[in-house]
C-alpha cells in the first residue's frame, strides 16, 4: 500500500474575495497561511510523511506546499512542479466576483460553468493581457496549446497525461507522494481515481487546505481515501465551497 496526499493549497487572496481566479496567480490569505500550517498539523499528527511533491506552477499551491514540507522538516524532498496540475482555467470569468456573476447570469449557469464536466465557461480573448500566452512562465509551451478556458474535462485531459508519466513512476516504486494543488485540478484527479460518472462529479467540492489521503494498492487502485481533519468541519467546509456562487 502507498499513500497519495492530495492538498487543496490554503485560502488565497481571490477566494476571500470570492473571485473566479483559474490560472491568475493570486498569492495565500493570511488565513490560507495558518490553514496550511494546519494541514501539516494533520498530517504529522496522523503519521504522514512523503517523499516526493508535485504541485502546480502557482504560487497559492507552491506556498502551501512550502509551508507544509518547512513545518514538517522535509525541505529536502524533490518537488516538480508543472502547468498540468494548475488550476481549471476560468477564461473570462476570472476576476469576477462568484455571487455577481451568479446574479447576473442565473446561479444555475454559474453552476455549470462551475462544476458541469462538459461545460466551459467564456474564454479570454487571444489578445487578453491575462491570456497565457502572454505569461513567461509558459514560454516554453506552445501557445496554440495554451488554454482560453477549460472545462473539468479538458482540465483532466492534461492532468492525467502527467499522473501517469512522472506521479504514478513514483507511487510505483513504493513512494509516498503529496500533490499541492487546486480544486479543480483535484477533483480531475478524484474523477480519475474513483472512477466518477461523468454527471456526479459535479457534486464534488474539495475544501482548501485538509488533506485527503489516498491508500493506493500495488495497481495503484484506489482501496480507499479520508481526509484528515475533523469530518465535520471537512463536510461545513466542503458545503461552504459549493454555495460561494449562491445568489444573495
Ligand atoms: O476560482 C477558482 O479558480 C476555483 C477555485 O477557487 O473556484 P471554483 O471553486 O468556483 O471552481
Not at 496526499?5 to 476571500?16: A, C, D, F, P, Q
Not at 485538509?210 to 482501496?223: M, S
Not at 475533523?230 to 465551497?241: H, K, L, N
Amino acid at each position: 500500500m502507498v499513500a497519495l496526499i492530495l492538498l487543496r493549497h490554503g485560502e488565497s487572496l481571490w477566494n476571500r474575495e470570492n473571485r473566479f481566479t483559474g490560472w491568475t496567480d493570486v498569492d495565500l490569505s493570511p488565513r490560507g497561511i495558518e490553514e496550511a500550517h494546519r494541514a501539516a498539523q494533520l498530517l504529522s499528527d496522523g503519521g504522514f510523511t512523503f517523499r516526493v511533491a508535485y504541485t502546480s506552477v502557482l504560487k497559492r499551491a507552491i506556498r502551501t506546499l512550502w509551508i507544509v514540507m518547512d513545518d514538517l522538516d522535509l525541505m529536502y524532498v524533490p518537488v516538480h512542479r508543472s502547468w498540468r496540475l494548475n488550476e481549471k482555467s476560468y477564461g473570462a470569468l476570472q476576476g469576477l466576483n462568484k455571487q455577481e456573476t451568479a446574479a447576473k447570469y442565473g446561479a444555475e449557469q454559474v453552476h455549470l460553468w462551475r462544476r458541469a464536466y462538459d461545460v466551459r465557461p467564456p474564454p479570454l480573448s487571444r489578445d487578453d493581457p491575462g491570456h497565457p500566452r502572454f505569461d513567461p512562465r509558459y514560454a516554453d509551451l506552445d501557445p496554440e496549446s495554451l488554454p482560453a478556458t477549460e472545462s473539468l474535462h479538458d482540465t483532466l485531459e492534461r492532468v492525467l497525461p502527467y499522473w501517469e508519466s512522472h506521479i504514478t513512476a513514483d507511487l510505483r516504486q513504493g513512494k509516498p507522494v503529496l500533490v499541492s494543488a487546486h480544486g479543480n485540478s483535484l477533483r480531475a484527479l478524484v474523477k480519475h481515481l474513483d472512477g466518477v460518472p461523468d454527471d456526479e462529479i459535479a457534486g464534488l467540492n474539495i475544501p482548501t487546505g485538509y488533506p485527503l489521503v489516498y491508500e493506493l494498492d500495488g495497481d495503484l487502485k484506489a482501496v480507499k481515501h479520508y481526509y484528515l481533519g475533523d469530518p465535520e468541519e471537512v463536510a461545513a467546509a466542503a458545503r461552504g465551497v459549493a454555495r460561494q456562487a449562491g445568489v444573495k
